[in-house]
């Protein structure tokens, strides 16, 4: 018997519906229904329409339905921290603030007042960014709070939605920087210092977990297959690093898509003195594993770009341009907090470039040559953290996800990192979401056959590294990082300096 499966895997900018099978081995996917997400200023914050993605869901799921698909398994994927608040009656008090809102500014120093940074990452492991969901729920509206019943992350509220039950998955709760490593529940200390209730949150459960089937209500006013929901990987970095390709123990991820996560998966967590000076994070990942991880700016900035010019490039348009340029002729700390949601992020570059007496790009090929060079330095100066950090060597880097498809990146990493660079498959978030699914219902045995899986079903593309004065570049990168940090160390102290030091 041949099962029908669904992802439903919902990113920062879009969303979409890919129905999976899994025959001979081999696992076949098409997309469903595609459509766009993004937030928008409400009510003074950044909001996600929430109301519409689930409505969007149920499109994709009828026209599943013609497509003529009558049963089927589910899983939710989402984008992590972001959270809803729900009442006794089930009804959400609000639409959920997007973690790039500005409320959180300052929140880490005001939190940590009390309970030092070292202290909340012994107990965690989650590095430290104002997004989280602590800092969230620590500036979050105290009125709204004692109001709700239930504090659900996104992918969890929209399996809420469809069954009526309620969970906190794992590889999604531990991104709240909230979960205690050791104790595997949320942190008492932590819950008491933001003012909730730990009673708020769900039940935990494992990716893997059977939810249910989709409301009677829910048949009745739209065209439905049969559904049951699979509480799968509902992170879609935890996804994606699920459907990667990999095989052996030598290898690392990168998720590439808005955010760019660069990690390994390991079986135990690292919170060593290392880990926390260089802010990684151990993220639960499914089947007891974690993934030791950081986070990078990532596509974010390069799809910034494209709606500054109204999106009159496509991707591969910009890449293209972008490849008749000199690389490394600026470097960008990608990272810099400016980056996360200028009004202008072409503006906010040149700016940053002026700033530091560097070649500011002016075209549409300067621009995205200049974060693609400056994303491939990133990539390979955390590649070699990572390996110290964790004390494993790394012979290959597995690139899935939308920047996948990126040559010029891929081949600029390959060279900096110097390690051979496996791309493919862009999917790789969906692909993970079904494997779950299909090891819940026993089609598949185990993550591992999983993966060999993925091999024979996906075009991987390689990319070796090529020769060239690799070192001098990443050193001359190092330096430009170095003299800003020492510059905004002087700023804290008192010193007069412009935003960025001269590089």
Not at 26 to 36: A, D, G, L, N, S
Not at 213 to 231: M, N, R, S
Not at 236 to 250: F, K, Q, R, Y
Not at 434 to 452: F, P, S, T
Request: glycine letters at 8%; a neutral charge.
């Amino acid at each position: 018997m041949i099962r029908n499966y669904i992802a439903i895997d919902i990113g920062a900018s879009s969303g979409r519906l890919i129905a999976g099978t899994c025959r001979h081995q081999k696992i076949e996917i098409k997309e469903i229904h595609r459509f766009k997400n993004g937030f928008t200023k409400r009510d003074g914050h950044d909001r996600w329409d929430i109301g519409r993605l689930i409505e969007e869901i149920f499109t994709g799921l009828e026209k599943a339905k013609k497509m003529g698909i009558e049963a089927c398994m589910l899983g939710i994927d989402t984008w992590a921290v972001d959270y809803v608040l729900v009442d006794k009656n089930g009804d959400r008090l609000q639409d959920p603030v997007s973690y790039r809102d500005p409320r959180t500014v300052g929140a880490i120093e005001a939190l940590t007042s009390k309970y030092s940074k070292q202290f909340i990452y012994k107990k965690t492991g989650i590095q430290f960014l104002e997004l989280n969901t602590l800092y969230q729920l620590y500036a979050e509206d105290k009125n709204l709070l004692e109001k709700a019943d239930k504090i659900l992350l996104i992918p969890d509220y929209i399996g809420y939605v469809l069954t009526g039950k309620a969970v906190s998955e794992v590889t999604n709760s531990s991104t709240t920087q909230m979960l205690n490593l050791r104790d595997k529940l949320f942190d008492k200390d932590l819950l008491n210092h933001v003012h909730v209730s730990a009673d708020k949150f769900a039940k935990l459960a494992d990716a893997g977990t059977i939810l249910g089937e989709i409301k009677p209500e829910w048949y009745q006013k739209y065209d439905l297959p049969a559904c049951q929901v699979v509480t799968v990987a509902t992170h879609d970095t935890a996804s994606a690093v699920l459907g990667t390709p990999a095989e052996g123990d030598s290898w690392a991820f990168l998720s590439s898509g808005t955010w760019s996560l660069l990690g390994m998966e390991l079986n135990v967590p690292v919170t060593s003195e290392e880990a926390f000076r260089e802010n990684y994070t151990n993220e639960w990942g499914a089947y007891g594993t974690y993934r030791f991880l950081k986070n990078i700016m990532g596509m974010w900035i390069i799809q910034e770009i494209a709606r500054h010019y109204d999106y009159r490039y496509t991707y591969a348009e910009m890449a293209e341009q972008a490849g008749k340029c000199k690389p490394f002729a600026q470097f960008v700390h990608v990272n810099d907090p400016r980056f996360n949601n200028p009004e202008n992020m072409v503006k906010e570059i040149q700016d940053y470039c002026r700033e530091t007496d560097q070649a500011v790009p002016e075209s549409i090929g300067e621009l995205t040559n200049c974060i693609y060079s400056s994303l491939a330095l990133c990539y390979a100066v955390e590649l070699e953290k990572l390996a110290a950090i964790t004390g494993r060597p790394i012979d290959r880097l597995y690139i899935v996800g939308g920047g996948s498809n990126v040559s010029l990146l891929n081949q600029l990493t390959a060279n900096l990192a110097n390690v051979e660079v496996s791309a493919g498959p862009q999917e790789a978030t969906a692909i993970g979401n079904l494997l779950v699914q299909m090891i819940a219902k026993g089609d598949i045995r185990d993550i591992r056959e999983g993966r060999k899986i993925v091999r024979q079903s996906f075009e991987i593309k390689s990319y070796k590294p090529q020769q060239g004065n690799w070192k001098a570049v990443i050193g001359r990168y190092k330096k430009a990082l170095l003299k800003t940090a020492k510059g905004k160390g002087a700023e804290k102290n008192g010193k007069k300096r412009s935003d960025h030091p001269k590089l």
